[in-house]
């Protein structure tokens, strides 16, 4: 059982930046993919990012790409995700998403093993 924590989230101005963070329980947390998904009221959960096992490749929903960056520390048994220039249409709650070994359909939340309570962020315009 992996347990999953996010934090980071808050109230921010368009156009400025947030860094969310999720620490996770257990210890060979190296062998998961991890993914950001978020989550707009009325809407269903959606991709954001996501990083392979061993961070050499990343992806990005197209509309998040070069504004949000994700990345995960392995000895810190973290995850992620800087977001800049944020937008109204950023407002939701985020979480994070561990799938042990990594799949191609990471934009998938049915690929995802274990999950995170979620944490606000709110644009203000």
């Known amino acids: 059982q992996v347990q999953l924590v996010e934090s980071g989230g808050g109230l921010v101005q368009a156009g400025g930046s947030v860094r969310l963070s999720c620490v996770a329980s257990k210890d060979s947390f190296s062998g998961y993919a991890l993914a950001w998904f978020r989550q707009a009221p009325g809407k269903e959960r959606a991709f954001v990012a996501a990083?392979?096992?061993?961070?050499?490749?990343?992806f990005y929903e197209d509309t998040v790409k070069g504004r949000f960056t994700v990345s995960r520390d392995n000895a810190k048994n973290t995850l992620y995700l800087e977001m800049n220039s944020l937008k109204s249409e950023d407002t939701a709650v985020y979480y994070c998403?561990?799938?042990?070994?990594?799949?191609?359909?990471?934009?998938?939340?049915?690929?995802?093993?274990?999950w995170g309570q979620g944490t606000q962020v709110t644009v203000s315009s």
């Open positions: 998403a561990a799938d042990f070994g990594g799949s191609l359909r990471y934009r998938s939340p049915e690929e995802y093993d274990y």
């Open positions: 990083i392979t096992v061993d961070g050499t490749e990343k």
